[in-house]
């Protein structure tokens, strides 16, 4: 257990000591700073619940003369609970969060590298760009590409191109640049002394030493001038051009790389002063050395992107926004392939894989399972010493930009109580690295545990294909819970942006008049797994147990993205040729050695779809349904017909419906007429001995 320190910021917040079993400080930060120093002194760890001095103890805690036995941590209780509408009866939420900061932290996940020299392209208009190459060029290795022609320097103290952009990729320390060079003067080869400027009759060449195509007429004096140099060419034919950088700037209206989040030390500030020296300053400190998590972890054997050379699940590089997941097919079989140094950790990838082949790493879903049980379970164990009946809620959010959020929101209502609503004292805050990073497992998981529901809250700065792909998932885990009888506890709340407070306060105010939701089942004991399917299997199987209603013969209809579901079958169709068994990448569809039978366990089933499209007959459909846990076990036969057996030797080589098909098919052609139609009816052997007869 760690030391504990509570701050109740000159009494603003109603705590109950004698309830929360610590001492309660009124001006740790001030007067009684005293008491953090002598804490540094301690032999346990340190938790301050005060995030407003944060920078000042962490420096006290770098001043102090024994080292820390572990980090010093923080947690917000004032923004949050103390200083909300529900202050008074905050209590069991005070001490869930306390309990929360006193957790071990998360294992160590492996960590990516970059390198940058320094090596800085800036692209765009002529008039902007070269200003700041002018600024920057002394600190950085600093190209321009000028994308609009302006004025250049006299001294040519970095090399400046000209063209348009073609190609754009990569990340810090490794971006490849293509463009093509579209005036007839080459920069890189124009010394600027000025002979062309002089001798064009029209005007059409100045300071910026391109020539303007609109005034030329052709005459080519240019050419002449420049003769020496041969740094003018209106009949190039090599017009391609490529280079690496370490670092972009793009000051271009419409930049190259649009997505949410683009790499790392890519930055497109477009024609906003401010915000290009904002940028510039970030550039300057992108030298040397970094090192980032190793946000996923990916095990290609259960992937289910493609076998046979047929594409199925394909959700991971559909909702990838940054590029940095595409596909790989060795052999006709198909995997992912992730480039670490471009995902940038929104996890959106692993909530929408129905395999669990991807899986969110930072921290882990059984990490993260650890800590919302310890949540709801001492608000549980809180709440009922206090004799207050409500359920915990959990309020899941970006930790960065949610924590903003929520920290004005709780500043404002502790200040303007009658125009801004704080989080409802049942109402637990839980940051994560990014909001796309959970699914099912662990908002099912947290239902589980206790919580009367799962809310998502979106602070605006979010990809449009991750808001899409959560509202998916919680559409999927709605119809699941209704499916055993319970209402939907699933719900996302999306705002503009992390100062869009007055929206944020008005589902609060909701909430708070609504009140708590009961819990859906009892508290589970068990732990959420990092394997996806198997803790889903786990948390359906408990929430089957106390179902308010049991699941009908045949199982509930799901929407048509569930990742849980079966087969149906036109037996009239299926020949039992057995291709589905082959493509089938989680081994839920199984053949017979022994007799022609096609079996399916639906529990294995993520509803990629590539039995579907391999299947010569189109006799496979997908259903999207939930079945009983035992139901979803069980190997159950989807077709089996009679063997064929060989008219020649006897032995089996498919089956009657099979060679059906082939006596129809292949009866009219001249190598089967009349007799010879019999070999259809031979195994490969046999057919090759009959053939050989007949022509002896």
């Known amino acids: 257990m760690s030391q504990k320190l509570i701050c109740n910021c000159n009494g603003t917040m109603p705590l109950d000591a004698k309830a929360l079993g610590l001492t309660v400080h009124t001006s740790l930060c001030r007067q009684e700073i005293g008491t953090v120093i002598k804490a540094f002194d301690g032999n346990d760890s340190l938790v301050i619940a005060c995030t407003q001095e944060g920078a000042l103890f962490s420096e006290l805690a770098e001043q102090s003369e024994k080292p820390l036995v572990a980090p010093l941590r923080f947690v917000n209780i004032r923004e949050v609970a103390g200083w909300t509408q529900e202050a008074k009866t905050s209590g069991p939420k005070i001490a869930a969060l306390l309990a929360l900061a006193d957790m071990p932290e998360a294992e160590p996940v492996p960590v990516v590298n970059y390198e940058s020299q320094g090596r800085l392209l800036i692209v765009g208009p002529g008039d902007q760009a070269l200003p700041w190459a002018e600024k920057l060029s002394d600190s950085l290795d600093v190209s321009v590409l000028c994308t609009e022609p302006g004025a250049l320097p006299i001294a040519r103290n970095f090399p400046i191109y000209t063209g348009e952009v073609s190609k754009l990729e990569g990340y810090l320390g490794h971006f490849t640049v293509d463009w093509n060079l579209q005036n007839p003067i080459d920069p890189e080869m124009c ?34 001038a420049c003769a020496g140099i041969g740094a003018i060419n209106f009949d190039r034919v090599d017009r391609q051009r490529s280079s690496e950088f370490d670092l972009i700037m793009d000051l271009r209206t419409n930049p190259q790389m649009r997505m949410s989040q683009p790499p790392q030390g890519y930055f497109a500030p477009g024609r906003d002063p401010l ?39 394909n959700a991971c590089i559909d909702v990838c926004s940054t590029g940095a997941i595409s596909s790989l097919f060795k052999n006709g079989q198909g995997t992912v392939e992730v480039n670490p140094n471009l995902c940038m950790g929104c996890g959106a990838c692993s909530t929408v894989c129905p395999s669990g082949a991807m899986r969110y790493n930072y921290p882990s879903v059984s990490h993260q399972g650890k800590e919302i049980k310890t949540l709801a379970n001492v608000f ?83 990809d449009p294909a991750y808001r899409a792909a959560l509202e998916t998932q919680i559409d999927l885990g709605n119809a699941i ?64 147990k106390q179902a308010k209603t049991v699941l009908p013969a045949g199982g ?28 089938c990448p989680e081994g839920a569809l199984l053949d017979n050695l022994d007799e022609p039978k096609l079996s399916f366990i639906e529990k294995q089933c993520v509803q990629c779809g590539i039995c579907v499209q391999t299947c010569p007959e189109q006799a496979l459909a997908l259903t999207p349904r939930l079945q009983t846990i035992e139901e979803r076990k069980q190997k159950v036969e989807l077709n089996e017909t009679k ?41 490969s052997d046999c057919r090759v001995v009959d053939m050989v007869k007949k022509e002896l």
Not at 193 to 216: H, S, T, Y
Not at 295 to 300: D, G, H, L, S
Not at 564 to 581: E, H, W
Not at 665 to 679: P, V
Request: glycine share 10%; proline share 4%; net charge neutral.
């Open 380 to 462: 549980i164990a809180e709440s009922a010493k206090a004799k207050q009946s409500s359920m915990p809620a959990l309020l899941l959010h970006t930790l960065k930009a949610g924590a903003q959020l929520l920290d004005s929101l709780g500043r404002s209502a502790h200040l303007r109580p009658k125009q801004f609503e704080g989080l409802p004292s049942f109402v637990l805050p839980y940051g994560i690295e990014h909001i796309a990073s959970t699914g099912l497992d662990l908002w099912l998981g947290a239902l589980s545990y206790g919580f009367g529901e799962v809310i998502l809250l979106l602070t605006g700065d979010e």
């Open 191 to 224: 010394t600027r002394c000025g002979a062309c400027v002089e001798v064009c009759p029209e005007g059409a060449i100045d300071d910026a030493f391109q020539i303007d195509l609109n005034k030329c007429k052709s005459h080519r004096d240019c050419i002449t």
């Open 556 to 583: 509930v209809a799901l929407p048509k993205s569930s990742f849980l579901g079966g087969l149906s079958m036109n037996k009239d169709a299926c020949t039992l040729c057995m291709s589905c068994v082959g493509s």
């Open 275 to 313: 915000e290009q020296a904002l940028v510039a300053n970030q550039l300057l400190g992108l030298v040397g050395e970094f090192e980032k998590p190793k946000y996923f972890a990916y095990n290609e054997k259960v992937c289910a992107h493609g076998r046979n050379g047929k594409v199925g699940c």
């Open 481 to 544: 819970l209704a499916a055993y009888g319970f209402d939907a506890r699933l719900s996302l709340v999306q705002l503009e942006s992390a100062g869009d407070l007055q929206p944020a306060s008005i589902v609060m105010g909701k909430l708070r008049q609504r009140g708590a939701l009961p819990a859906i089942c009892s508290p589970a004991s068990f732990g959420l797994g990092n394997q996806k399917r198997e803790t889903i299997e786990m948390v359906l199987e408990y929430l089957q």
């Open 643 to 683: 063997p064929f057996h060989c008219i020649s030797c006897g032995k089996v080589f498919g089956t009657a419906k099979m060679v059906d098909l082939m006596l129809v098919k292949l009866g009219a052609h001249g190598a089967f007429a009349g007799a010879a139609l019999d070999r259809l009816k031979m195994c």
